[in-house]
């Protein structure tokens, strides 16, 4: 079945700079790709996602970068804010919808 | 905006008792999830319906935990008898389909603590 690595397990940044969060898949099957934030105590929710057909998509600060032949997708929030201090998860999902989640990044941003 | 709703928010019980767990999806998704997140980790899969009718119970297990959609619409997922190790968060979600690609959109969760 699909295997979901993510990495680091923690980031700590200062506001305004940038964090990059990694995961690797193994599944090439997998062609939707979700990134989930999760603060304490609450539900996830997405943040941004991008299917196997997109290279790269964008969202204000937060973008993602799908690199297939490498089966590696990454996270990029730029000018980090103290907001956005959290938990984050990406997943991988193929044609059933069966999504597997990577073990989650925490991001600190000290103001 | 609708969002997916769990109740209750927090359960305690004894081990080897019984546990029931309530998720409602947002209105119309055909398929509900039901995950189980141990601290720290991602969300693993239990089990997803479409409609009522269960698409993939693989991870879900079956000797202690069950699952019931019967109407297609709500859900409930049972734990009859508790362990320790079933202490978590227990996460429902809902997405619009299954043609694959579908954003899940996730409830405020169940937290289960086993004493």
């Known amino acids: 079945g699909e295997n979901v690595e993510q990495h680091p397990s923690t980031l700590s940044v200062q506001e305004g700079d940038s964090a990059v969060i990694k995961c690797t898949y193994s599944?090439?099957?997998?062609?939707?790709f979700p990134w989930y934030k999760q603060e304490l105590g609450k539900r996830p929710q997405l943040i941004i996602d991008?299917?196997?057909?997109?290279g790269e998509k964008k969202d204000q600060r937060i973008a993602v970068t799908l690199n297939k032949t490498a089966k590696h997708f990454s996270l990029h929030i730029t000018e980090t804010q103290p907001e956005d201090s959290a938990v984050y998860f990406c997943a991988a999902s193929k044609h059933n919808n069966d999504m597997r989640f990577g073990a989650g990044t925490r991001l600190t941003v000290k103001p | 905006e609708a969002e997916v709703a769990q109740s209750p928010r927090y359960k305690i019980t004894e081990k080897s008792q019984a546990v029931a767990f309530w998720c409602d999806p947002i209105s119309g998704h055909a398929t509900l999830y039901w995950y189980r997140q141990i601290l720290g980790q991602g969300p693993e899969l239990l089990v997803q319906?479409?409609?009522?009718?269960?698409?993939?119970d693989s991870q879900l297990p079956k000797d202690r935990f069950s699952a019931e959609r019967l109407k297609g619409v709500d859900s409930t997922l049972k734990i009859q008898p508790a362990e320790l190790g079933d202490s978590a968060m227990y996460l429902c979600a809902s997405s619009l389909g299954t043609s694959g690609g579908e954003t899940q959109y996730f409830g405020p969760g169940t937290r289960l603590l086993v004493l």
């Open positions: 599944d090439s099957a997998s062609n939707y």
């Open positions: 991008i299917r196997s057909n997109v």
């Open positions: 319906f479409q409609d009522e009718s269960v698409v993939d």
